[in-house]
């Protein structure tokens, strides 16, 4: 995801500003939202790391191609369930809520997203089976979960944040992540990157809670009952608090129990930008034009949080 801060309103997509061609299929996947990926990959490296486990590099890249084509695939079926929601969004903050707009202003049809979303997912097969194949076979139950949680987010019959769940379908889906990238280095299950990465997932979540806030009034028109949606704007202001303060804990847990390494406290940081979008949001909740600043902090205070977690892990592996 993209936190750099806008000078100005950026333009939606349009057929003429991105031409047919693998440059168009490609923006459909919306790359610059797909660094929380990265970052979880990066704290699975790490906590293989800080086991004492040895990082084969050919695994390691593969396990990043792996999810961030998966995230990109999940993204564009994000993209064709939500069409309808979206089309009547007028209160979206592109290009931070409201999809892609590829669909709407007309650069791909809801066919071509559909075949390119579900294509990116089926791809990524071949790689897990080889990276299973090489790990061990605990990887494929993680494989396919996160390819469950990636199309039941949006898809029918599950619709997941259609039915309040997509919080719980986020921290499922990024926590795999981090377990998944640690086993493959590992090749077995571990205490570590289920305690870091629980609380990394938990901070993307609450990027996608609080874009459910300039969204609300067009997913609850739409049959996308989000939290948001649910209880109303004003209600949900006290969830963003609540998550992360729930990353919080998560991590406090994990060094008192001594599972995570003490240096691991050092990503409490990334939560002052949350305590900061939380005093953005707090007035502007039925605001959505005054919602760009909370959103933007939230992006802030997940990389960081990331970042800081991963230079932790490292550290504490070389110094273990």
Known sequence: MNTTVLAKPVAEPSP???????????????????SVTLVAVFIGLATAWAGGSGIDASRAV??????????????VINDYHDMATDAVNIERLFPFTGGSRFIQNGVLTPTSTARLGYGLLLAVIPAGLWL?????SGLLLIGLAGLLVGWAYSAPPLRLAARGLGETGIVAGWLLVVIGTDYVQ?????????????GYALMVANVLYINQFPDAVADGAAGKHTLVARIGRRAARWGY???????????????????LPAPTFLALLGLVPAMAATRALWPHAEQPAQLLPAIKLT???????????????VYSGVHS
């Open 241 to 259: 608090p609540l998550i992360a303060l729930l990353a919080a804990v998560s991590l406090l847990a994990g060094i008192a129990l001594a599972v």
């Open 299 to 313: 992006l802030l205070a997940v990389h960081l949080y990331g970042v800081l977690l991963i230079a932790a892990l």
């Open 186 to 198: 590992r090749h077995h299950f571990a205490t570590l990157p289920l305690a870091a990465g629980l």
């Open 132 to 136: 299973t194949a090489t790990s061990g």
């Open 62 to 75: 593969a396990t990043l191609l792996f999810a961030l084509i998966a995230h990109a695939g999940a993204n």
């Open 16 to 34: 003429q500003a991105i031409p047919a061609g693998p440059r168009r299929l490609f923006l459909a996947t919306r790359p610059a939202f797909l």
